[in-house]
Nanobody, 126 residues
Framework: VQLQASGGGLVQAGGSLRLACAAS???????MGWWRQVPGKARELVAA????????YYPDSVKGRFTGSRDNAKNMVFLQMNYLKPEDTAVYFC?????????????????????WGRGTLVTVSS
């Protein structure tokens, strides 16, 4: 599966952005995740979205502010980000989980994701 994220940009603190990720291949066969990375730091999961989109997982750092969703008919996955903070500034990536995982849920480690798209930069100004 090939992935391409878009929708990043510059936003003021407290604002919102919606990221989108277009996928090719058998998209519905993959649980999806949104990750972010600040230069010099480890990649961080911000949302995991199940195969149907019926289940989601968020770390405490974004819970209540970020919402992941997907549209399997359109091969798209989304990340709605509200009440953005300067510390949300990062490059955001969408990723598809590894086939060997089977039905285990949620996928929360980098090793559980096999396909990664190019990132999109989100900058939140204070």
């Amino acid at each position: 599966v090939q992935l391409q994220a878009s929708g990043g940009g510059l936003v003021q603190a407290g604002g919102s952005l919606r990221l989108a990720c277009a996928a090719s291949g058998n998209f519905k066969d993959y649980a999806m995740g949104w990750w972010r990375q600040v230069p010099g730091k480890a990649r961080e999961l911000v949302a995991a979205i199940s195969w149907t989109g019926g289940s989601t997982y968020y770390p405490d750092s974004v819970k209540g502010r970020f919402t992941g969703s997907r549209d399997n008919a359109k091969n798209m996955v989304f990340l709605q980000m509200n009440y953005l903070k300067p510390e949300d500034t990062a490059v955001y990536f969408c990723a598809a989980d590894a086939p060997w995982r089977g039905s285990a849920w949620p996928a929360v480690t980098e090793d559980e994701y096999e396909y990664w798209g190019r990132g999109t930069l989100v900058t939140v100004s204070s």
